[in-house]
């Protein structure tokens, strides 16, 4: 049972543009959540988290938005950049440190 | 200041037979993790270990065993392999109780199950 989903397996974004990609999950329990930006070989890279206390937070050019409520984070990408091509993977847990993936969305920003 | 590394980069093992992954924290973490990848799919949690202890356990057999050493390097090992344990292996350390659940992640290992 797939308790984190993300259902865009791809997006593609011209570059200076924004990316929002979306992640949805099943377990209200679940109060921290993550992304994560993995290249070929590679191991995944932690990005940005949230936890549940939040709404949105900010580094840089990338957002993390949060609404507990309808159980959706998103993550945005202003403006994206070329370098930015990668797979993306949302993560959910509770504070136990056990931490669900999604299946990953891999976005391609075109120069 | 290293990474978290992981040992060896790709395996080929026959199915029935034992395989055992290897993972180096990153400086300063105590918590190390190990997660499953099959293709076209996010990380699985198998396990976490802490204090040379297992302390959490994901949806995985009892093949799947692990071990944690005083210095907070850690061994995946998995028994009687099947084909479907075919996967990207990851490791991610962190640290324990810090509120931070950033995990890092190393490189992974390649098993091959044939």
């Known amino acids: 049972d797939q308790q984190v989903k993300q259902n865009s397996p791809s997006l593609s974004v011209q570059e200076g543009r924004i990316s929002i990609l979306n992640c949805d999950y099943t377990?209200?329990?679940?109060?921290?959540f993550l992304w994560y930006k993995k290249y070929p070989a590679e191991g995944p890279t932690f990005l940005i988290s949230?936890?549940?206390?939040?709404d949105k937070n900010e580094d840089g050019r990338f957002t993390v938005f949060l609404n507990k409520s309808a159980k959706h984070l998103s993550l945005h990408i202003v403006p994206s950049q070329p370098g930015d091509s990668a797979v993306y993977f949302c993560?959910?847990?509770?504070?136990?440190?056990?931490?669900?993936f999604g299946t990953g969305t891999s976005l391609t920003v075109i120069p | 200041d290293a990474g978290v590394t992981q040992s060896p980069t790709h395996l080929i093992k026959t199915r029935g037979q034992q395989v055992t992954l290897r993972c180096s924290p990153k400086?300063?973490?105590?918590?190390v993790s190990w997660y499953q990848q099959a293709l076209g799919q996010g990380p699985q949690f198998i396990f976490q270990?802490?204090?040379?202890?297992e302390r959490q356990r994901g949806n995985f057999p009892d093949r799947f065993s692990g071990h944690q050493f005083p210095n907070y390097s850690s061994e995946l090992n998995v028994n009687a392999l099947l084909l479907g344990d075919s996967a990207l292996y990851l490791c991610?350390?962190?640290?324990w109780g810090q509120g931070d659940y950033e995990q890092y992640f190393g490189p992974g290992t390649r098993l091959t199950v044939t």
């Open positions: 991610a350390s962190s640290s």
């Open positions: 377990n209200s329990m679940f109060d921290y």
């Open positions: 949230i936890s549940s206390i939040k």
């Open positions: 993560a959910a847990g509770d504070t136990g440190n056990q931490f669900y």
């Open positions: 400086s300063g973490h105590d918590t």
């Open positions: 270990y802490y204090e040379e202890e």
